[in-house]
């Protein structure tokens, strides 16, 4: 297992390079500011979090902002332990669309993650169908709702008694159409984070994003900063 160590980060490396499929691509600055907070009931794990985005595209503003409740809960197996875990989300968004207005998007879906443990590493895979309803008040949309599957992989490196924690991810973004040859990966998302603990219930995360939209009419090279503060109880 432990000579797979370097085949996993090289895969991560790779993963996270942008596939370009325009030439003619917009470059945006922006950052996002979050605070999460965690409580563990019995073996369920309840989350909430409120997540505030800025872009600087079309002048520097408010993009999104972000209300998210997830419980999430492992799946015991006899060969597995508590690697494999099954979740469920909800979040309610408002979104700065291209009319200059803020729109209503509730969202939903469900996920399954396996967690491995090597050494001083943390690995991660996390699958996940999400579904996007849009408020046909305010905009008129040609699919609505939205399907989306998305999957992240992830390493998380921490030295035994050291109060930081580093993560690396990618994640892809798939729009699911009812024809599945319609259907195409739109997005590709690359995180690098420090996270400090300050207690043991408490701590801060600085991190660096990239989102880079794939196969789309208007696609973003969106770098991102963002800090997020984390509370458990």
């Not at 409120?50 to 799946?75: I, K, M």
């Not at 008129?140 to 490196?157: E, F, I, S």
Request: net charge positive.
């Amino acid at each position: 297992m432990l000579k797979r160590i370097p085949i996993v980060l090289v895969a991560l490396f790779a993963l996270s390079l942008p596939i370009w499929g325009q030439s003619e691509r917009i470059t945006d600055v922006g950052a996002i500011v979050e605070a999460k907070a965690s409580a563990a009931m019995g073996d369920t794990e309840l989350e909430v979090e409120e997540e505030l985005r800025f872009a600087s595209y079309d002048g520097f503003h408010l993009d999104r902002w972000l209300t998210s409740l997830t419980l999430e809960r492992p799946v015991p197996f006899p060969w597995l332990g508590k690697r494999l875990h099954v979740g469920i989300h909800a979040d309610y968004v408002r979104h700065y669309d291209d009319h200059h207005y803020y729109d209503n998007r509730w969202r939903t879906g469900l996920f399954a993650s396996y967690y491995e443990n090597v050494r001083r590493f943390k690995f991660s895979y996390r699958t996940r169908v999400m579904l996007t309803y849009r408020d046909e008040r305010t905009g008129d949309y040609r699919v609505n709702p939205k399907w989306c599957w998305r999957n992240k992989l992830q390493a998380v490196y921490q030295r035994p008694n050291s109060r930081f924690k580093y993560t690396l991810s990618t994640e892809c973004f798939m729009r699911l159409r009812a024809q599945a040859r319609e259907s195409f990966i739109d997005q590709w998302r690359t995180t690098f984070a420090v996270n400090y603990r300050l207690t043991r219930q408490q701590s801060i995360s600085v991190f660096a994003r990239m989102d880079n939209d794939l196969q789309v009419k208007k696609p973003f090279d969106t770098f991102y900063l963002g800090l997020s503060y984390n509370h458990s109880f």
